[in-house]
């Protein structure tokens, strides 16, 4: 069964960093994943993905401040955000950007940016 796990998310003040985990087990960990970001009362929105070739994408409002990473030997994906902002408050989770394939989703790690 695949179970994935986040954790890093806190409470900042804007300009802060967080460091976000997610290791998955029970997967071959070496697909296309991705950390998605959850705000009350709007959809789950995906902000970075990572491939199995290395490439990165990012949503426009996180270039140049977040960074996705992964190390395969440890079945973890990471992201480094750095310069946050109130507007990157929300819960974080990470799961497949395989279109129309998900793992089920962990519990997420909240992230509160404070101005």
């Known amino acids: 069964q695949v179970q994935l796990v986040e954790s890093g998310g806190g409470r900042v003040e804007s300009g802060g960093s967080l460091r976000l985990s997610c290791v998955a087990s029970?997967?071959?960990?070496?697909?296309?994943m991705g950390w998605y970001r959850q705000v009350p009362g709007k959809q789950r929105e995906l902000v970075a993905s990572?491939?199995?070739?290395?490439?990165?994408d990012y949503t426009t409002s996180v270039k140049g401040r977040f960074t996705i990473s992964r190390d395969n030997t440890k079945k973890t994906v990471f992201l480094q955000m750095n310069s946050l902002k109130p507007e990157d408050t929300g819960i974080y989770y990470c799961?497949?950007?395989?279109?129309?394939?998900?793992?089920?989703w962990g519990q997420g790690t909240q992230v509160t940016v404070s101005s």
């Open positions: 799961n497949s950007v395989v279109d129309g394939f998900r793992y089920l």
């Open positions: 029970g997967v071959i960990f070496s697909g296309n």
């Open positions: 990572i491939f199995t070739d290395s490439n990165t």
